[in-house]
T-cell receptor, first 114, second 120 residues
Framework: GDSVTQMEGPVTLSEEAFLTINCTYT??????LFWYVQYPGEGLQLLLK?????DKGSNKGFEATYRKETTSFHLEKGSVQVSDSAVYFC?????????????FGTGTRLQVTL | EAQVTQNPRYLITVTGKKLTVTCSQN?????MSWYRQDPGLGLRQIYY???????DKGDVPEGYKVSRKEKRNFPLILESPSPNQTSLYFC???????????????????FGQGTRLTVV
């Protein structure tokens, strides 16, 4: 079945440091790939997405490129801020029968300190 | 404002006492689903619904029921809650069906703020 593997957290960085959160996936066909972010006490919200190979999703300084050859969708940001502290979920969406199903990774907690 | 509203946000109940968690969306989305979030396991889908009166099991449906009598509402029902159902629950909705092609695969899911359930 489909699966998404994320690096274990927590990830602790100083403000302005470079961020990478690794994500790899297993799926048949041509899934769409997403990064969702969950701030404390809130639901998940979409951070960025890519719907086909070599697409780059970007938002709020975060980027991720859909790499079909390595089945990866790593999240990067050049300079993190304290306000980026949250849990980040990588996810894939694939057509299964008559539905499109989202499969999530286990989440990676990011803590940014001053 | 586009939103998914869950109630209650927090709930403590006793084993075996039936409960319902409500979910409502104002975006006229066809697709709605319920997830539970547990440490180290991420989000797992409980049930989903592709439209009114159309529901199906997700990955972890045991002990749960759902209904979809109206497009905007998708309540989650625990007929006889047990302690292993203690979790953080999220409702989500999204527009576009898979039959719409690849475009539907790229559509965003909107999540509610979550319901933290404790069963003692």
């Amino acid at each position: 079945g489909d699966s998404v593997t994320q690096m274990e957290g927590p990830v602790t960085l100083s403000e302005e440091a470079f961020l990478t959160i690794n994500c790899t996936y297993t799926a048949t066909g041509y899934p769409s790939l997403f990064w969702y972010v969950q701030y404390p006490g809130e639901g998940l919200q979409l951070l960025l997405k890519a719907t086909k190979a070599d697409d780059k999703g970007s938002n709020k300084g975060f980027e991720a490129t859909y790499r079909k050859e390595t089945t990866s969708f790593h999240l990067e940001k050049g300079s993190v801020q304290v306000s980026d502290s949250a849990v980040y979920f990588c996810a894939l969406k694939r057509k299964t029968g008559t539905a499109s199903k989202l499969t999530f990774g286990t989440g990676t907690r990011l803590q940014v300190t001053l | 404002e586009a939103q998914v509203t869950q109630n209650p946000r927090y709930l403590i109940t006793v084993t075996g006492k039936k409960l319902t968690v409500t979910c409502s969306q104002n975006m006229n989305h066809e697709y709605m689903s319920w997830y539970r979030q547990d440490p180290g396991l991420g989000l797992r889908q409980i049930y989903y619904s592709m439209n009114v009166e159309v529901t199906d099991k997700g990955d972890v449906p045991e002990g749960y029921k759902v209904s979809r009598k109206e497009k905007r509402n998708f309540p989650l029902i625990l007929e006889s809650p047990s302690p292993n159902q203690t979790s953080l629950y999220f409702c989500a909705s999204s527009g576009g069906r898979s039959t719409a092609g690849q475009g539907a695969l790229g559509t965003e899911a909107f999540f509610g703020q979550g319901t933290r359930l404790t069963v003692v």
